[in-house]
């Protein structure tokens, strides 16, 4: 079983819906991330979270809502899909440390019509 | 924020080794060099990070220019398996990490 897990891989929704993208992992780490990748693109960070108590905005929150609902879980939440927001999400999870090494999971793609 | 230019795409053949540059003039002095890669439909993976010496790993090795404005990501004997976007990123923390284009790696058979 992968480390990082996603669900759902893979969502159509309309314009308007809320969506809820999970993420669940097995590493016992304190740290989490949800990024955004758009075609041809670098990741860029939506929100962090360096323990259950502890959640930051990333540089692109705008639209977008987060809980911690236990250190192995992290969801992302847009409240009300907009076409723009079509692109694949990725969680990931580190140690502590400026150095830390991340870990994703697979990815959940995401197409708001 | 450091930025970073690397090509946007290489190619190699397989079993050669492969020299993936990146240039980083803007680095700050407590900036680490981190390298990921993103195989195709994956997230991305860590492959390497240093600070100013060279480092090697099971994957690979990083070459880092002594004035830090420039690094190079080794992969001593490529396979198809490598083929995939590979990323540098200069960081000083997880969130402050600056994802640009990456280079997207080729290889022949």
């Known amino acids: 079983d992968a480390d990082v897990t996603q669900t759902p891989r893979n969502r159509i929704t309309k314009t308007g819906k809320r969506i809820m993208l999970e993420c669940s992992q097995t590493?016992?780490?304190?740290?989490m991330y949800w990024y955004r990748q758009d075609p041809g693109l670098g990741l860029r960070l939506i929100y962090y979270s360096f323990d259950v108590k502890d959640i930051n905005k990333g540089e692109i929150s705008d639209g977008y809502s987060v809980s911690r609902q236990a250190q192995a879980k992290f969801s992302l939440s847009l409240e009300s899909a907009i076409p723009n927001q079509t692109a694949l999400y990725f969680c990931?999870?580190?140690?502590?440390?400026?150095?830390?090494?991340?870990?994703f999971g697979e990815g959940s793609r995401l197409t708001v019509l | 924020d450091a930025k970073t230019t690397q090509p946007n795409s290489m190619e190699s053949n397989e079993e050669e080794p492969v020299h993936l540059p990146c240039n980083h003039s803007?680095?700050?002095?407590?900036?680490?060099i981190h390298w990921y890669r993103q195989l195709p439909s994956q997230g991305p993976e860590y492959v390497i990070h240093g600070l100013t010496s060279n480092v090697n790993n099971r994957m690979a090795s990083l070459a880092i220019a002594e004035d830090r404005k420039s690094s190079t990501l080794i992969l001593h004997r490529a396979t198809l398996r490598d083929a995939a976007v590979y990323y540098c990123?200069?960081?000083?923390?997880?969130?402050?990490?600056?994802w640009g284009a990456g280079t997207k790696l080729i290889i022949k058979p």
């Open positions: 590493k016992g780490h304190d740290r």
């Open positions: 990931a999870t580190s140690e502590p440390g400026d150095t830390g090494e991340l870990f």
């Open positions: 990123i200069p960081r000083r923390s997880n969130y402050q990490l600056i």
């Open positions: 803007t680095i700050s002095g407590t900036d680490y």
